[in-house]
């Protein structure tokens, strides 16, 4: 499960898609780019157990923007 979740545009025009991601998981702070696409970049070297537990964690991720970003327009 993600916690403290962080997120910022890239750019000072918030209308340009981008965003900067911060969270920790199962104990590691995790940083990466959410890029328009709904792609992630990560920026550190996050460990997870297995491809599924990533995969679900970027689906948390995409719903977080989901919500925060383009449901609050």
Known sequence: MIQHFHF???FENKQLPGWTIS???E????S???HK?????WTSEPHFHSEEAEQAVKKQIHELLLYHVYDEQ
Do not use: A, K, L, V
Request: glycine fraction near 16%.
């Open 27 to 30: 104990g590691q702070r995790i």
């Open 32 to 34: 990466g780019i959410y």
């Open 23 to 25: 969270f920790t998981y």
């Open 8 to 10: 910022q545009p890239m």
């Open 37 to 41: 696409t709904g792609s992630i970049e």
